[in-house]
């Protein structure tokens, strides 16, 4: 029982440095299948009773699934935009799908910036990582 729980004990470990290692600066969210990381920088969000408006926000991405999923975790109470599904199509361009909402984001290992807007709410981010 002590041997299983120190392999267990190793495994956590292991994986636990893989992933804060495999997340450095860096990284290019187009070209890794997982990804998480903070930018900073100018954020705001507006809908019909909301207008949030801030130069020094967060947004916490996180690529997840096959690869192709993001999510987008916003500070100053921001709502969060999750599972926007992109597509990769050449080098480091992604191409939204299954939406019909207005979109343009660019993200890379330094910088993102996003225009989204469905139903009435419209999300902006101009951050650097």
Request: proline share 2%; hydrophobic share 35%; glycine share 6%.
């Amino acid at each position: 029982m002590k041997n299983v729980l120190k392999i267990l004990g190793v495994f956590v470990l292991l994986f636990t440095v893989t992933s804060i290692t495999s997340c450095r600066s860096d990284d290019d969210p187009a070209d890794n299948d997982f990804f998480a990381g903070t930018y900073k920088g100018s954020i705001s969000y507006t809908d019909d009773q909301n207008n949030i408006a801030t130069d020094n926000g967060e947004v916490f991405v996180t690529k997840i699934a096959s690869g192709t999923k993001y999510n987008f975790r916003f500070s100053n109470g921001i709502p969060d935009l999750n599972g926007l599904e992109f597509e990769k199509q050449g080098d480091n361009t992604l191409v939204m799908i299954n939406s019909t909402a207005l979109v343009y984001v660019r993200i890379d290992n330094n910088e993102l910036k996003m225009l989204y807007t469905a139903d009435g709410k419209t999300w902006r981010a101009n951050c650097t990582r």
